[in-house]
């Protein structure tokens, strides 16, 4: 028989296909920007470089201090326009402007622009200078430099420089590289994701992601039951085959005793949950949890307000959550250094609201600091990890109160958890 999801949802293996392919293009894109932003300053600094280096060496050249000092300007203008322009060309640049003292433009690659001042700032202390400004070819990296002459003082300046427009061509060359680079992270990421989500259908089937949560509460519930119910059959076992022993012996007195103290214990807990609207489930629980308390060695307390009200859960959720709480604290209180610290407890209160609370303490050695955080992520856990369903419980647990609309609170000394969740009375209770 076809399994049917609820209406529309989508599975849990879809929900994870979508999540890592989300996932990739984020990152895809986030590769691209990275990429693309590393490539412009790396054609920002190639070009700062550039023009520094090319004004420097202009600066010093024999020629660019004959021309700007000499007395037949024309003549020796005609000379450096040509001179210049062969190193123009062959650097790359947009252009190099030779000036003299003043910053008069001797050169220039619009002929109409030779004789106005130069755009842009002369350094007042004679040092080079890389800027970015705008002048009469638009936004540019430049770098001026200062001509001197055979004593040293300043008699002309060479700018060198490279237009912002150039360096956006540049960019837009190696756009391409970047762009294979990215779509590459993201077909590999796609078909990560596909793997992925052929892995989850082979393990959840077409059940959704909430078909798939009730399916590991149902899971962890029947766990847990069980083992608690294992110790309580095994208990009771024991306890009946020395009663019988008792009763052969003809010590009817000590055989009554010693069922009737089993009886008492197991009472106890039964009274409490029938007052508290009756919770058949739970209780059971907690009588088979004492049962496995008991063969560990741990003192069990559990005290259940009558007037607390039931909390908003089915079953099987709500036996996930406080066996697995109990598990823990059974797993915790034996690591405790003296007997008298081996001891669980498990509160059922009211409150505010009418919500209910459960608190579930334990004497033992309590949880590291630097792990609190973390012990609720899925796949983490204290314990050894040959251990079943380790980083489930927990992880579990949060989820489940969380859906509910509840909240889980860790303390210290001694270790608690807490979990409150709204409440339910029962049809027809009267307070």
Known sequence: MATTRRGGARSAASRVFALLIGSVLVIGAAI???????AQASARQEAEHVTAAIAHALSAAPAIEAAVTATDRP????DLRAYVES?????????ITVMDRDGVRLTHPDPARIGERYLGTIPADGRPLTEQYTGTLGPSVRTI???????????????????VESLAGAL????????????AVVALGAIGAVLARLATRRITGDLDARDVREAV???ESVRTLGEALRAQTHEHGNRLHTALSLLELDRRDEAIALLSESSLQSQSVIDQMTLRDGDPTLGALLLGKASQAKERGVRWQVHVDPAAPRADLTPVDAVAVVGNLIDNALDAAPQAETGADRWVRVDVTGADGGAVTITVSDGGPGIPADVREQIFEHGFSTKPSDRSGRGVGLALVRDIVTTAGGSIELSADPTAFRVTLPGVRAEGRTG
């Open 87 to 95: 190193v123009r060309t062959g650097a790359g640049l947009d252009f």
């Open 172 to 183: 837009l060359r190696r756009l391409p590289v970047i762009v294979l680079l990215s779509l």
């Open 145 to 163: 430099a200062p001509v001197h002459d055979a004593s040293g003082a300043v008699v002309g300046w060479v700018s060198a420089g490279v237009t």
């Open 32 to 38: 691209g920007a990275f990429l693309t932003g590393e």
């Open 217 to 219: 509460a149902g899971y």
């Open 75 to 78: 003549s020796a203008e005609e």
